[in-house]
């Protein structure tokens, strides 16, 4: 488990900062070598085993910090601590936060010291310092928060995504930070799995090219990495979103088909993008723990991949070889598999144990030393592309562009864009500003329920670290309608009945009623859920709500969808929010009173029933067929669904050709009108089907999209090309074919056939 709270004030920054003025520029290495693969060998040839093999270790900040003489007190690094683990065991990378969010300061404080203490080591190789900056940097007081990646994924809007993250890794690398652990790969197809909302949604297309956009925002382009980007780790290599229990890192079942059709795209289009790190999945798959898999670990991503970045393990995962999966008899044996299965760095993290034993194999004749060589040359590179050898500190320079005006609207657009309208009976959104209100819901009053986990805590349920001026559901909506018009029954529970009489009692004085469902904000294993119903008190609210006979609007603040039939048919409107981050609160009373009108699509199936949960791009025999199979595909809303305040009709899809050969390309176009009364935003996406194959055929599977706004009245034409790696899937023998016959192409209720000749 991770260590939690403390704080104390810290003693090193005064005298080191002033050794930082000296070295700054000064440039630790000063050989003069071309480029950097020889300055990497030249390296290479001076270290010693130990040397390297301190190059595979990651510890965690605990592993060089004081122990806290009191809850209350402020971290401190321990110089003596450091000073051994990176000259005694030298240590190539630390990683974490302490307890909590840091200021821009104290993050400046410590990396500085770590930084001019890797100085102070024989080679002067500095420190690869990694966070999880996963919506924003949210491990920094004053840092920008962001919606998590199921909203982004909501937005369907690359260029925005691409922008988040570029602005994200300026505000990591201002306070000293090179490497991201993200974005987040996994493709989620399993609700209960409670890291869903740290993905881009269930398709593997869309979150390719989100998680492209992603690793280009953060990394740049080009060898050297420019001074405000951070390396990119796309994490978790591979299948990790797939427990069949659903429950976090536990065993996932996943044929070699599968694996390549649904998991394996946006990894393979983050190595073609130039990702230059990937984190590793916990879990197993088909009984064996990814982190000992060489068929995976290098065989699937080294040699047919081609990634030659840096693969680090994720938390404490080799010792769990041991520990927990229990293929490896002891701690020794799991570091033996993992490193001869393919992994580069081991996020240890508490102990240098990895260090010690990784040496014992090489000197053992186990592992060879040019294995660990191979591995010690790829951080190295990472180390010289980041820069880490010219300049390891904090750049003085980004310091003020932290929180940035750009930054924070940038929030407020993803924040906006992300709002996806599941509902609107009879137009009863947008509301009017007249309107007497009465909130409700555990999520009204919440800053935790806007941001969800990993926000300045790892659960992100300290309400104490949020910024002062973060606005809750409640305060947003009487600053905006009057305080008056708002009245607000005090929060509930999560999970606990809160007094009902009173929401009856105080619905008398309003028209509507706004009941603010929201999840407990949690991750990982204390995140796992085993019912994906939505808390059964929070139902129950929602049913006094609807009878008082006052119309019900219903926002669900949530990290997957819960499930929420029994009370959906008297709500009149319902507006999944995601977790809209620090602008959250605003946007959302934005979309119910008519400021913005919304335009996020589900990125995910949300269910009707908990244990029926296929996909968008299920098999054929899994749709509804009311004679035999009442309980077939039937979700609550499909992937791609999300409403306007006004509407768009499709007219005309046409195709230049209806039968195309292999070596061609087809162009399909169609119209798109807004035919109500306010500008608005359509997606347009673009569903390919294969009517017939050799491995039975998704229903459907998106294969492009496109952005359009219109003014009432307005058209557009969208045009959508396909050639044959459109067309293809992977067949018998687990490789793309492309095979003639009979395919469809839809974009909205629209559809037109051609033939692959
Ligand atoms: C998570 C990773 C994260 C790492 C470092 C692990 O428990 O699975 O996603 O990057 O911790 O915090």
Redesign the pocket.
């Known amino acids: 488990m991770r260590l939690n709270k403390i704080r104390k004030t810290n003693r090193l920054a005064g005298s080191l900062l002033a050794g930082l003025l000296s070295l700054r520029g000064a440039g630790l290495f000063a050989e003069d070598l071309e480029s950097i693969d020889s300055r990497v060998e030249a390296l290479l040839r001076k270290m010693t085993l130990e040397e390297k093999a301190g190059q595979m270790t990651q510890l965690t900040l605990q592993a060089v910090s004081s122990q806290p003489e009191s809850v209350s007190s402020r971290h401190r690094l321990d110089p003596g601590k450091l000073e051994s683990m990176l000259s005694g065991y030298s240590i190539g990378s630390i ?2 936060v302490w307890d909590a969010a840091f200021t821009q300061e104290h993050w400046r404080e410590v990396i500085t010291a770590i930084q001019l203490a890797a100085t102070n080591t024989r080679l002067r190789i500095p420190v690869l310092y ?3 900056a ?1 919506h924003g940097h949210h491990y920094l007081r004053n840092g920008t928060v962001y919606p998590h990646n199921l909203g982004l994924a909501a937005t369907w809007n690359p260029d925005l995504v691409r922008k988040i993250y570029e602005l994200t890794a300026l505000e990591t690398r201002a306070t000293g930070i090179p490497w991201n ?2 974005p ?1 790969l996994d493709v989620a197809r399993q609700p209960l799995w409670s ?1 869903f909302f ?1 993905t881009f949604g269930e398709d593997s297309y869309l979150v390719s090219v989100m998680g492209v956009a992603a690793i280009k925002g953060q990394q740049g382009e080009g060898e050297v990495l420019q001074h405000h980007r951070v390396a990119a ?1 796309a ?2 290599f591979i299948g990790y979103g797939f427990p069949r229990s659903g429950k976090d890192r536990t065993p996932a079942w996943i044929p070699e088909r599968m694996l390549r059709d649904i998991f394996l795209p946006p990894f393979q289009a983050a190595i073609d993008a130039g990702l230059l790190t990937v ?1 590793i999945n ?1 879990g197993e798959i088909n009984g064996i723990p990814v982190h000992a898999n060489p068929k995976l670990l290098t065989g699937l991503l080294r040699d047919e991949l081609g990634f030659e970045g840096v693969a680090v393990s ?2 404490e995962d080799i010792i769990k070889l041991h520990s927990v999966h229990r293929v490896a008899e002891s701690e020794r044996d799991a570091v033996k598999q993992a490193v001869l299965a393919g992994i580069d760095m081991s ?1 240890t ?1 508490y102990t240098p144990s990895f260090h010690e034993h990784l040496v014992a194999l090489v000197r053992g004749g186990e592992i060879p030393e040019s294995r660990v060589d191979l591995s010690v040359r790829r951080i190295l590179k990472l180390k010289f592309r980041l820069g880490l050898f010219d300049d390891p500190f904090p750049d003085q320079g980004l310091a003020d562009r932290i929180g940035s005006l750009e930054a924070r609207e940038t929030s407020r657009t993803a924040a906006r864009e992300s709002m996806t309208l599941l509902k609107n009976e009879a137009g009863i959104l947008p509301l009017s500003k007249q309107a007497r209100v009465l909130v409700t819901g555990p999520g009204a009053d919440s800053l935790p329920a806007l941001h969800g986990a990993w926000t300045y805590t ?1 659960q992100g349920n300290e309400e104490s670290f949020y910024p002062k001026d973060t606005k809750t559901i409640v305060q947003a909506m009487r600053e905006s309608i009057g305080a008056v018009q708002v009245d607000y029954v005090p929060r509930s529970g999560y999970s606990d009945v809160q007094d009902m009489n009173l929401v009856l009692e105080r619905s008398r004085n309003s028209d509507v009623i706004v009941v603010v469902a929201a999840e407990k904000p949690s991750v ?1 294993q204390p995140g796992i859920i085993v019912d994906l119903d939505l808390p059964s008190a929070q139902q129950q609210l929602v049913r006094v709500a609807q009878s008082t006979g006052k119309p019900v609007v219903l926002v669900l603040l949530e990290d997957r969808p819960r499930i929420l039939r029994e009370i959906e048919r008297d709500t009149g409107a319902i507006l999944m929010a995601y977790r809209p981050g620090m602008f959250g609160a605003q946007t959302v009373v934005d979309v119910l009173f008519g400021d913005w009108n919304p335009s996020g699509k589900l990125p995910f199936t949300y269910p009707r029933y908990g244990a029926s949960l296929e996909p968008y791009d299920h098999k054929a025999s899994e749709r509804q067929d009311l004679a035999y199979a009442w309980t077939a595909f039937d979700p609550q809303w499909p992937f791609g669904h999300g409403l306007s305040y006004t509407r768009f009709e499709y007219r005309e899809l046409s195709l230049d050709k209806t039968v195309m050969n292999e070596d061609q390309e087809l162009t399909a176009s169609v119209t798109i009108k807004n035919i109500g009364n306010r500008r608005g935003t359509e997606i347009v996406q673009w569903y390919l089907s294969d009517l017939y194959a050799s491995i039975t055929p998704a229903v459907k599977k998106l294969k492009g999209f496109t952005r359009i706004e219109l003014d009432p009245g307005e058209t557009r034409r969208v045009e959508f090309k396909l050639d044959r790696t459109t067309l293809s899937f992977i067949g018998l023998d687990n490789r793309a074919v492309l095979e003639p016959g009979q395919f469809e192409i839809a974009a909205g209720p629209l559809k037109a056939g051609f033939i692959l000749k």
């Open positions: 990683l974490n990694g966070i999880d996963v652990f993200a987040v890291r740290e780790c994490k978790h984190m916990s994720d938390w996020m993290p790892w990982e």
